[in-house]
């Protein structure tokens, strides 16, 4: 099992950037494929982001390809997401999210964070 917690959420103009991070506990975090998946208020949650065990495979949705990096530091324990040129439509609670084995873009996670709330002003 592997318990996550989020941080680095916050307000920031549009254009600007933050570094979402996701800190697991667990041994075998090394061993969970973990992605981002945001849900803005009235919306279904959607997703942003996955990284595969080892760093290796990176997906990304369509509408933050090219402005949103994912990373992992399994020393650390930790999955980082940085966005930059950030917009309005971004605004959302991210979570991240954990799962043995294969990565992939759907709802098929078996643990979740809490979430952090970003919020682009225009």
């Known amino acids: 099992q592997v318990q996550l917690v989020e941080s680095g959420g916050g307000l920031v103009q549009t254009g600007g950037s933050l570094r979402l991070s996701c800190a697991a506990s667990?041994?075998?975090?090394?061993?969970?494929?973990i992605a981002w998946f945001r849900q803005a208020p009235g919306k279904e949650r959607e997703f942003v982001s996955a990284?595969?065990?080892?760093?290796?495979?990176?997906y990304y949705a369509d509408h933050v390809k090219d402005r949103f990096t994912i990373s992992r530091d399994n020393a650390k324990n930790t999955v980082y997401l940085q966005m930059n040129s950030l917009k309005p439509e971004d605004t959302a609670v991210y979570y991240c999210?954990?799962?043995?084995?294969?990565?992939?873009?759907?709802?098929?996670?078996?643990?979740w964070g809490q979430g952090t709330q970003v919020t682009v002003s225009s």
């Open positions: 999210a954990a799962k043995r084995g294969r990565t992939t873009t759907r709802n098929e996670y078996d643990y």
């Open positions: 667990g041994r075998t975090f090394a061993m969970y494929a």
């Open positions: 990284i595969s065990w080892n760093g290796i495979s990176t």
